[in-house]
């Protein structure tokens, strides 16, 4: 009797498809209940004093489900990349370079498997801070698998891979796409003032790392501690098996250097040549090409293997397509500028730190909403710009708030996570349970560096 009503009470998070469509809903329905409006833009920036009510564009129907195509066609770029480098990957996995290059990594390791869990941390917060994200999507199967080889639970490596890209995002030392293009929209030279937002990266870098370093020790103590269940060894499956007993010399060691040298490559090319999705997912065919070439395998038996590779990311691929309507309602709807026009309006008048709080919540509160961080700096840059030159609030704490309220919670609020968690195989309720604490004070951080940049005059360099 007790056990029944146990399990009556115990609440399961829906589906990811079926949370993104009860948001879809809500934004529907906000549609209907706030009032359209726009600014006028030239040239891709917004004219502040611009605004205007225009005529109302509630989304119909029928235009409800024409936004889930919608959605898939404009994210077909990021699509794209993780279904052909997924199919690469498959192929790879299929010479052994991976799996024997896994167990020689957990060999040297000895047991020691909080030092692989500072280092892979370490190396994902560095691709946050250039803003190194989207083209890491098809990696997230293999650090899950490594630190379930490892012997922890799913959550060990979610929060490897969302904590430290988090970090990285977020601090902006040579982000492109919050703190370029917010310092380039109110005119201050790319990446000035990196020396406050390195002091960032060290403080956020430390704050993650002891929570996630404390409930790798708690598990390893006391597997009741896991948020996955205290059976997590026996029930969790890892996304990719690695077969024992291989060796990792010759030509496995080639490949996997070729692979590690594609990887230092797509980095390069995003940085110095400018290249985007199209050009790092094209990288990775030449590498499995050569190992298609190097271990003699069948070329139909290759293609067979890339198609399992593609199948493998379908599902969480869906989610990317399904995240973008979102995004696609919100513009239909034209009531993106209207809830913008009405937090400007709301923080006139207000003392600067005050203000301050006002733009750091309400960009952390939109992003559960409209996740792109280059996409609101157009939008919103423009408007709390001037009025940072009304209040006497520096230009470069206003691109700082701005950059700290879109960074944390796009690996938090539902909206911008789920495709994340979806490739990691987790739920979002387990992720709230093990992040909220986490993110609690991780904000809390932000502002308070925001607050101490408004009183040391910082910037505008």
């Known amino acids: 009797m007790g056990n029944t009503l146990k399990q009556k009470k115990s609440f399961s998070m829906p589906h990811v498809y079926a949370v993104i469509l009860i948001l879809m809903l809500l934004v529907t329905v906000m549609t209907y209940l706030i009032p359209a409006g726009s600014y006028t833009r030239v040239d891709g920036a917004v004219d502040p004093g611009s605004f205007a009510y225009v005529e109302q564009t509630p989304v119909s129907f029928l235009g409800f489900f024409t936004s889930l195509h919608q959605g898939f066609v404009e994210s077909s770029n990021v699509i794209g990349c993780v279904l052909l480098i997924s199919g690469c990957i498959q192929v790879i996995q299929m010479t052994g370079a991976f799996s024997a290059g896994i167990q020689a990594l957990i060999k040297k390791a000895n047991g020691k498997g909080l030092v692989m869990v500072v280092l892979f941390f370490t190396l994902f917060v560095g691709l946050g801070v250039i803003g190194y994200l989207d083209a890491l999507y098809p990696f997230y199967p293999i650090i899950i698998s490594l630190f379930i080889t490892l012997g922890y639970d799913k959550m060990v490596g979610t929060a490897v891979i969302l904590l430290s890209t988090a970090v990285g995002f977020t601090c902006g030392m040579v982000n492109p796409y919050t703190t370029g293009v917010s310092q380039t929209l109110v005119g201050l030279p790319m990446y000035s003032g990196i020396g406050l937002r390195a002091v ?47 060796e990792f010399g010759g030509k ?9 040298a594609t990887i230092v490559l797509s980095v390069a090319g995003s940085l110095r040549w400018g290249w985007g999705l199209p ?49 696609v309602l919100l513009s239909r709807g034209n009531i993106t500028d209207t809830i913008i026009n009405g937090m400007s309006g709301l923080m006139e008048g207000k003392s600067p730190v005050i203000t301050l709080l006002i733009v750091y919540v309400f960009v952390t ?92 005059g910082y910037g505008p360099f």
């Open 279 to 327: 050009e790092i997912t094209a990288i990775y065919f030449p590498v499995t090409i050569i190992g298609v070439i190097l271990f003699r395998i069948n070329v139909s038996a290759a293609c067979t293997e890339f198609g399992k590779g593609i199948a493998g990311v379908i599902a969480p691929t869906m989610v990317i397509g399904l995240s973008r309507a979102v995004s």
């Open 365 to 456: 509160c939109f992003n559960f909403f409209v996740a792109s961080g280059s996409g609101k700096a157009v939008v919103m840059m423009p408007i709390l710009s001037p009025l940072g030159q009304v209040l006497g609030i520096n230009q470069q704490v206003m691109v700082l708030a701005y950059q700290y309220g879109d960074g944390f919670t796009n690996t938090f609020w539902p909206t911008a996570s789920l495709l994340q968690l979806s490739l990691c195989g987790m739920d979002y309720g387990r992720w709230f349970k093990f992040a909220w604490k986490i993110y609690a004070c991780l904000i809390a951080a932000g502002f308070i560096l925001i607050v101490i940049a408004n009183q040391i």
């Open 200 to 246: 960032g990266l060290v403080i956020f870098y430390f704050i993650a790392l002891f929570f996630l370093v404390r409930y790798c020790v708690k598990i390893k103590k006391d597997s009741m501690h896991s948020v996955m269940g205290a059976n997590y060894l026996q029930e969790q499956t890892a996304p990719m098996q690695f077969e024992e007993g291989l």
């Open 252 to 260: 496995r060691v080639v490949l996997i250097l070729l692979f590690l």
